[in-house]
């Protein structure tokens, strides 16, 4: 266990309700890591305005084979908990009847030295109660134990993300450790592939990465579990484990409806081992999706916040635009489903506790 916080602010935040801690805790370490010398993106302050219907990337990697038999593995011995309810969602599984999931969590705030004030406390803090209310139904709490800053031009970009996770990286392999990158890029090392919106899936490796994804806009990706861990791991198997996340948007960032921190969520729910809801973008019967059967199967990511959309019209089911893991604005969020909260939660037992 890698539980040495020398240079991190300690502090625990106990639950949501009695979530009071003042902005000004969040006090930041100045252990600035800062590069001024390498000024490699000081000149080009990335716009990345999104057209206000569509969301960014989320630059998740594709499932491998063996999350997606686990996948299968677990919604078996999940099937009696579903209660059949197709737009069902995660309210009836309440905390009180679920055992409390406790994550360990550490924010690392990475700015370029020109937009050191971007991320203020309060965002920080906002975004961290909205993290724990939305998956306060699941009864996964998260446990902020540490936040820090760090001042690094190239970690910024997200473009050493090995040696950025291995200073920064926190905990074990059940530890949530979010990067908030003030001008995130997708980086030859972070092993992260790019879903365009809507019917597009450009798999990066056989294109320009910095190219095509300077002409997206993504917004964060995670790790998905990786079934292969185990407690006996080094941290050499897992230190890329954790969550890269634009900063622009936590809540209050520059980016307009998409600056509730709905990112983050997104991003975390991946972390847990869920798949966005239009997985395999197909209308095909029978087909996999996202595993999860009480979200209707789906074949167009949402973009924006539609009243109702309705991608697979033969199938029951509305798509689920309010669901987390779906591509909708921040506006449109406001659930995960209970089998997506059961999902998380078996994901949980079998992939990261005591790991
Ligand atoms: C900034 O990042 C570079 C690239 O990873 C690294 O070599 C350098 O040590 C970092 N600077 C600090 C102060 O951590
Ligand atoms: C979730 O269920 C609760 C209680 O049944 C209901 O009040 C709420 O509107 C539902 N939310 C969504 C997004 O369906
Ligand atoms: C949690 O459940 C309550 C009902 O018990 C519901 O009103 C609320 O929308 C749910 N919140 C989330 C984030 O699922
Ligand atoms: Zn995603």
Redesign the pocket.
Known sequence: MQRILRHTLIFAIVSITSFTAPVSAFTHNTRESSSRSSNLNSEKVQQRQLASSQRGVCGTEEPTTQLKDAHKRLSLREYRHAEGSIDG???RA?ADSLPRIEVDTWFHVVSTSEKVGLVTNTMIASQFLYLQ??Y??SSIHYNLIGVDRSINDTWARNGDSAAMKRTLRKGSYSALNVYFQTDLEVSDASGASSRRNGHHHHHIQNLDKRDVLSSQNLLGFCTLPNPEITSSSSIDDYFNDGCNILASTMPGGSIEHYNRGGTTVHEVGHWHGLLHTFQDQTCAPGANGDYISDTPQQSVPTEGCPASKDSCSDLPGMDAIWNFMDYSSDDCY???TVEQASRMRSMWATMREGK
């Open positions: 969602n995660a309210s309440t209310q939305a306060q139904n406001r659930s995960f």
